[in-house]
T-cell receptor
């Protein structure tokens, strides 16, 4: 079965701390795509990153970095020196490889991150 | 600015009163989709469309209709809303397979 698990429901940190959000996925396919989205308190869904299964290089974008490990089926997201503006719900998602033409995403339930001043 | 626009942002209605949530994208994307987001259940796909006049059911289509008469528009229709359709709704679009989905700002619907 295709599944995405975000075991951390809520995380609370103090500003400037580093924080890692975990994402573990299940899929039988060898070719797949993973995504991270951010949902700030205003409610919209903001795309952060896409990763395909053939590219195991870690990605860094400013204070954000992603660690993709096929061996453990994980795609973890780290925020370095967190800021209050990072407070949001973060979703990990897997493009459903069984959905044919449908570009459906299988979503984790999200991790709510609170960064306190 | 490239965007997906949903309207309205908030909607409170009563059981049985037909409503339409509009969705429009200005990116010439072929693919569009509707999701609903509920606490504890995450995001679930309602309907999707591969192109004009091509629509199909997602995981939770019951009680919803869609149409795709033009490439840019993909309205979500609730013919007889019920309280269990109270939810946060998102429209999304993408241009190519495996490309990221671009989401609208969401419509928070309350059915009393």
């Amino acid at each position: 079965a295709q599944k995405v698990t975000q075991a951390q429901t809520e995380i609370s940190v103090v500003e400037k701390e580093d924080v890692t959000l975990d994402c573990v996925y299940e899929t039988r396919d060898t070719t797949y795509y993973l995504f991270w989205y951010k949902q700030p308190p205003s409610g919209e869904l903001v795309f952060l990153i896409r990763r395909n299964s053939f590219d195991e290089q870690n990605e860094i974008s400013g204070r954000y970095s992603w660690n993709f490990q096929k061996s453990t089926s994980s795609f973890n997201f780290t925020i370095t020196a967190s800021q209050v503006v990072d407070s949001a719900v973060y979703f990990c998602a897997l493009k459903d490889p069984l959905a044919g033409n449908n570009r459906k995403l299988i979503w984790g339930l999200g991790t709510s991150l609170a960064v306190n001043p | 600015e490239a965007q997906v626009t949903q309207n309205p942002r908030y909607l409170i209605t009563v059981t049985g009163k037909k409503l339409t949530v509009t969705c429009s994208q200005n990116m010439n994307h072929e693919y569009m989709s509707w999701y609903r987001q509920d606490p504890g259940l995450g995001l679930r796909q309602i309907y999707y469309s591969m192109n004009v006049e091509v629509t199909d059911k997602g995981d939770v289509p019951e009680g919803y209709k869609v149409s795709r008469k033009e490439k840019r528009n993909f309205p979500l229709i609730l013919e007889s809303p019920s309280p269990n359709q109270t939810s946060l709704y998102f429209c999304a679009s993408s241009d190519r397979d495996n490309s990221p989905l671009h989401f609208g700002n969401g419509t928070r619907l309350t059915v009393t």
